[in-house]
């Protein structure tokens, strides 16, 4: 069964400083791989996503994820962290199979938290 | 608006009570699912529905829950004889399969929370 581990509950940084968010993956084979974000009391909105390809993906505001096969993670990344990107992120895991079930599998999130 | 459309957006209720959920896909979605999530942890798989057939359900839905999708469109949730291990706030998603290939990313709406007494 495909699972998601997001190792760092909170992260704090500084307005402006990069930022890097952890994910790692458990698939047996190249899963589809997603980012996402909440901000309090609404649902989630993606940010970006990898299926195939370049392994290096650009999502919305700013972010980008890279996919390392062989360490199994996507880790989220921006060079500069603006105060509304305090929010919750999710990282999720498909399974690329055909067939069968499809069910996004969400790690537990990671909190940032931007001071300025 | 064409995104998920989740209501009631809040629920208080009182434990013992029954409580339903409704949910609006986005209009050419096939699938939709359902999720939970409760405070300081990720969505967690509830049930998932393509088109009008219920494929899955987790362990996580005891018998008080059931959902339909009875047109293929929107879909309700429904939770009997309420818990105060309910609380949480209930997830719905919608997503595109295309041919024999699972694609893509979930479309969520704001979800629904719920209070139970």
Request: charged share 20%; aromatic share 12%.
């Amino acid at each position: 069964a495909q699972s998601v581990t997001q190792p760092d509950i909170h992260i704090t940084v500084s307005e402006g400083a990069s930022l890097e968010l952890r994910c790692n993956y458990s698939y047996g084979a190249t899963p589809y791989l997603f980012w996402y974000v909440q901000s309090p009391g609404q649902g989630l909105q993606l940010l970006l996503k990898y299926f195939s390809g370049d392994t290096l993906v650009q999502g919305i505001k700013g972010f980008e994820a890279e996919f390392k096969r062989s360490q199994s993670s996507f880790n989220l990344r921006k060079p500069s962290v603006h105060w509304s990107d305090a929010a919750e992120y999710f990282c999720a895991v498909g399974n690329s199979a055909s067939g069968g079930s499809y069910i996004p599998t969400f790690g537990r999130g990671t909190s940032l938290i931007v001071h300025p | 608006d064409t995104g998920v459309s989740q209501n009631p957006r809040h629920k208080i209720t009182k434990r013992g009570q029954n409580v339903t959920f409704r949910c609006d896909p986005i209009s050419e979605h096939n699938r939709l699912y359902w999720y939970r999530q409760t405070l300081g942890q990720g969505p967690e798989f509830l049930t998932y529905f393509q088109n009008e057939a219920q494929l899955e359900k987790s362990r996580l839905l005891s018998d008080r829950f059931s959902a339909e999708r009875p047109k293929g469109s929107f879909s309700t949730l429904e939770i009997q004889r309420t818990e105060q291990g309910d609380s949480a706030m209930y997830l719905c998603a919608s997503s595109l399969r295309q041919g024999a290939r699972n694609t893509g990313e979930l479309f969520f709406g704001e979800g629904s929370r719920l209070t139970v007494l």
